[in-house]
């Protein structure tokens, strides 16, 4: 099995927690996505729509975090990612997509590239915009956990798929000063997943590729 991926990308983070928890082994094969290298003849041939992660697998390849996330908790399913109750499967995927497919989208770097270099957006003001959006997405995270049983992660006594999506968006937030201040619930779960080492093994500075 293997990953290509690049250490920031938030989308790769989210599928190395999730390969971590699931006690799987698999090749590291990093693409710099900074230095351009997913836009390379060599990484077409892998990806057909040029991002990350792509996961390789028995001879098959297949993109896009969140479906490779459940393609592995269905090959997989110890420990299980989603609850079994089918309404409680819907809010944790709920709250993984708030993470996924509102925060993430507009703020991740081919976003804010273009921001820099075709609207020629100031990096101020670049900075404004992600701060803004990540910020008011998590408030509107955290309104989502207030509405759910106190629990020690995002939903439960163990980590799913609302975690792995969330411990990379703090991280990523963190590298632009994002202000996590009144969003107990949310700090919480984060706190609670970065005391495992499937979290710690996952993140940035872990990763072979990591500049930091």
């Known amino acids: 099995m ?27 094969v990093p693409v710099h996505i900074a230095k351009g290298e997913h836009k390379q003849s060599a990484y077409a041939e892998v990806s057909a729509d040029g991002l990350v992660p792509t996961l ?27 609850p079994a109750d089918p309404f409680e499967r819907a809010q944790v995927r709920a709250l993984s997509q708030s993470i996924a497919c509102e925060i993430h989208p507009i703020n991740n770097l081919r976003v804010l590239k273009y921001l820099t270099t075709v609207l020629h957006v100031s990096d101020e003001a670049k900075n404004a915009w992600y701060r803004h959006w990540v910020r008011s997405g998590l408030e509107a995270f955290e309104r989502q956990l207030a509405l759910l049983p106190e629990s020690t992660y995002c939903f439960g006594q163990t980590p799913t798929l609302a975690d792995c999506c969330l411990v990379p968006q703090i991280f990523n937030g963190q590298r632009f000063k994002v202000n996590f201040d009144g969003l107990p619930r949310t700090m ?14 996952a993140q940035p500075s872990a990763c072979p590729d990591n500049e930091a």
């Open 188 to 201: 919480a779960a984060f706190d609670a997943c970065m005391q495992l080492p499937a979290f710690q093994q």
């Open 2 to 28: 293997k990953l290509y991926n690049y250490f920031r990308s938030s989308a790769s983070f989210r599928v190395r927690i999730v390969l971590n928890l699931k006690g799987l082994a698999y090749e590291y």
């Open 56 to 82: 390789e697998i028995d001879g098959r390849r297949l993109s896009q975090s969140m479906a490779i996330i459940e393609y592995l908790d269905e090959l997989h399913p110890e420990p299980a990612l989603l």
